[in-house]
């Protein structure tokens, strides 16, 4: 009768009616323990973090093949590219957020959420430790573990300030929804400073000087939101102060928006220009004071401008719980957690990394393509025919994405292309290449790949591809559908994670936008600001959030940005 599994209510009624039930009771232990010796006991996954990859992970997730617990300290999914415009209020905080119980409501039986922050993760215990992020639990401290089979790393990044010197204490940020709100109360907070009385003209020019450091996508759309709302609202509700306003962005390259294609650079350079907007290039901002930024450049040496705002978007960088792990599994050195192709952090089982805490190592690049050369000089002629090393190129692409966006964006996709860049003319129509000639080029490539870009467009194909594999786990485990195994035989269970370029956008105020879209082609002005409006709704993650953000950009249109300080 004490057998395991045998409810209370059975064993009173056995209790009751005697031996008869008392079969019954055992019977319903066997059936129990049938069961639960047919279903295995699903595998426990942990998601720690609720961005575009965690979230884009557990959207796809077949969650009912396992047991998924998902930790963050945020209990909602933020739109982070329409942060700029909640920092201005053309779009309201609010509808640029999902909660993440909503967005995995149908997923509800199978998911848990705990709102706390990950600050430890022991690999070696296949743990993680967690504090809560909304106060004690029953035991007096709010810290708690959590353990795993498979932990999915998807923990973002933080500001990085380069260790520049008052940076922290002085500078905003725009990294978060909080972020936003803070400099859309500072912005009114400065005006309204600076309409007080007794306010000398050089104390208002300095109050109402907004400088943005960092001339990345971030900074260039912060300070497009930021003229927006000076010339279409704040002017007109404070006409006295009007001529002390000032925007100047500080960048430390020779241009802003250097990642993008040149000539969206030197249009939204020009456009500044018109707008008043001060752009200084080549410089590196090297202290920040209460009132005082320094910077200095090469040719002209430090120079000091006094400021009102400054707003920091300079660089991201390695949240401390990741800086932790890295140093336990001797990554030591880096900025990010290196992963394989298959987004699995190197040497540490069961642990995928996505998003920006996490990139595709080059380590083992050219061991690899050492490895596919091999296999594909059949003959042992220590030569290729061009046919043969356009699928050594192709395989090498599929392994390595990063290759191709680097061969893309230095137009080398065609393999006489790569041969001319690197070993010169003569071989240009060669039809047998040398592999060790050609080796040589494709180092030139690899020393100079660039990384995948951190952005929501990567953070998002990871977690799709990851939630597919996962999904497929165990149907790839008997038929594997991936490359061939660079060491032994057989294939690997998955294809490779490949990341698809879909184009880029920059809003930059006045109703006009860039895009950089996939095939080379590049779109500037007011049709594409059309375009970016229908993308970002289309992009939302609910028709909630849709219809909040379509219905804030229409009040806007119709009664300009709010500008009370709330
Ligand atoms: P995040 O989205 O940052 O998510 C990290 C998650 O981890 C969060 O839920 C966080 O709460 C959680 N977390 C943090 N610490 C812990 C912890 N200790 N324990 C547990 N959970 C934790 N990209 C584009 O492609 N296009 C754009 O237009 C664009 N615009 C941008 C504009 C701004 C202002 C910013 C800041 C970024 C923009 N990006 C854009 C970049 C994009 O937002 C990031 O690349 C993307 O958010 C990365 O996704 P992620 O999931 O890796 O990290």
Same mark, same amino acid.
């Given at each position: 009768i004490s057998h395991p599994g045998v409810s209370t209510a059975a064993l009173l009624l056995a209790a009751a009616s005697g031996g008869g039930l008392v079969a019954y009771a055992d019977s319903a232990a066997e059936n129990a323990s049938e069961q639960s010796q047919e279903a295995p006991k699903k595998k426990k996954v942990v998601v720690l973090g609720t961005g575009w990859a965690g979230t884009s992970f557990l959207k796809d997730l077949d969650c009912s093949k396992y047991e998924v617990k998902v930790i963050s300290p945020r209990n909602y999914f933020a739109f982070t590219p329409l942060l700029p415009s909640v920092t201005c209020g053309t779009v309201e905080a609010r509808s640029i957020v999902e909660p993440i119980r909503k967005m995995l409501e149908k997923k509800r039986k199978d998911v848990t959420f705990y709102e706390a922050?990950?600050?430890?993760?022991?690999?070696?215990?296949?743990?993680?430790?967690?504090?809560?992020?909304?106060?004690?639990?029953? *035991?007096?401290?709010?810290?708690? @573990?959590?353990?795993? *089979?498979?932990?999915?790393?998807?923990?973002?990044?933080?500001?990085?300030?380069?260790?520049t010197p008052g940076v922290m204490e002085h500078c905003y940020f725009?990294?978060?929804?909080?972020?936003?709100?803070?400099?859309?109360?500072?912005?009114?907070?400065?005006?309204?400073?600076?309409?007080?009385?007794?306010? !000398?003209?050089?104390?208002?020019?300095?109050?109402?000087?907004?400088?943005?450091?960092?001339?990345?996508? &971030?900074?260039?759309?912060?300070?497009?939101e930021l003229h927006d709302f000076l010339v279409e609202d704040l002017v007109k509700i404070y006409p006295a102060i009007e001529d002390f306003v000032k925007i100047t962005i500080i960048q430390?390259?020779?241009?802003?928006?250097n990642m993008f294609d040149q000539r969206i650079a030197t249009f939204a350079e020009t456009k500044f220009q018109r707008d008043g907007i001060e752009v200084n290039t080549g410089y590196r901002v090297i202290k920040v004071s209460d009132d005082l930024i320094t910077m200095k450049s090469k040719s002209l040496g430090e120079v000091s401008v006094p400021y009102g705002m400054a707003v920091w978007s300079a660089g991201i960088g390695t949240r401390p719980v990741v800086m932790d792990f @890295?140093?336990?599994?001797? %990554?030591?050195?880096?900025?990010?957690?290196? &992963?394989?192709?298959?987004?699995r952090v190197h040497e540490c089982d069961g642990i995928y990394a996505i998003g920006d805490c996490a990139s595709i190592t080059q380590r083992k690049i050219m061991e690899d393509i050492s490895t596919i050369f091999k296999m594909a000089d059949k003959d042992n002629s220590g030569t290729l025919t061009l046919k043969e090393i356009n699928d050594v190129l192709e395989d090498i692409c599929i392994r390595y994405p990063q290759v191709e966006l680097y061969m893309?964006?230095?137009?080398? +996709?065609? &393999?006489?292309? +790569?041969?001319?860049?690197?070993?010169?003319d003569s071989h240009k129509e060669a039809m047998v290449?040398?592999?060790?000639?050609?080796?040589?080029? +494709?180092?030139?490539?690899? #020393? %100079?790949?660039?990384?995948?870009?951190?952005?929501?467009?990567?953070?998002?194909? %990871?977690?799709?591809? +990851?939630?597919?594999?996962?999904?497929?786990?165990?149907?790839?485990?008997?038929?594997?559908?991936?490359?061939?195994? @660079?060491?032994?035989?057989?294939?690997?269970?998955?294809?490779?994670?490949?990341?698809?370029?879909?184009?880029?956008?920059?809003?930059?105020?006045?109703?006009?936008?860039?895009?950089?879209?996939?095939?080379?082609?590049?779109? @500037?002005?007011?049709?594409?600001?059309?375009?970016?409006? #229908?993308?970002?709704?289309?992009?939302?993650?609910?028709?909630?959030?849709?219809?909040?953000?379509?219905?804030?950009?229409?009040?806007?249109?119709?009664?300009?940005?709010?500008? !009370?300080?709330?």
């Open positions: 922050e990950c600050f430890k993760i022991d690999a070696s215990k296949k743990a993680v430790h967690c504090r809560s992020a909304v106060g004690t639990n029953f *035991d007096g401290n709010g810290d708690f @573990m959590v353990d795993y *089979d498979y932990l999915v790393v998807a923990l973002g990044a933080t500001v990085n300030t380069f260790g725009l990294k978060e929804v909080e972020d936003a709100q803070k400099i859309r109360r500072n912005v009114i907070d400065c005006f309204e400073k600076a309409s007080l009385p007794n306010i !000398s003209e050089e104390e208002k020019r300095r109050i109402l000087h907004f400088v943005i450091i960092g001339g990345g996508p &971030t900074g260039v759309e912060f300070a497009a430390s390259g020779e241009h802003i928006l @890295m140093h336990q599994i001797g %990554q030591t050195n880096r900025r990010v957690l290196a &992963t394989n192709e298959w987004l893309k964006s230095m137009h080398m +996709l065609d &393999t006489r292309d +790569l041969i001319k860049d690197a070993i010169g290449v040398d592999i060790e000639e050609f080796k040589k080029a +494709l180092c030139k490539v690899d #020393s %100079q790949v660039k990384s995948v870009p951190a952005t929501a467009q990567v953070a998002a194909q %990871q977690g799709h591809y +990851l939630a597919e594999c996962f999904n497929k786990m165990d149907q790839c485990k008997e038929e594997p559908e991936g490359p061939l195994r @660079m060491s032994g035989s057989g294939r690997h269970n998955f294809r490779p994670f490949r990341y698809k370029h879909l184009g880029q956008f920059v809003p930059l105020g006045g109703e006009q936008a860039a895009a950089e879209l996939p095939g080379d082609w590049v779109s @500037m002005g007011h049709s594409t600001q059309w375009l970016w409006y #229908s993308v970002y709704a289309s992009k939302q993650v609910s028709w909630r959030t849709r219809m909040l953000v379509v219905s804030d950009w229409t009040r806007r249109f119709i009664f300009g940005r709010d500008s !009370s300080r709330i």
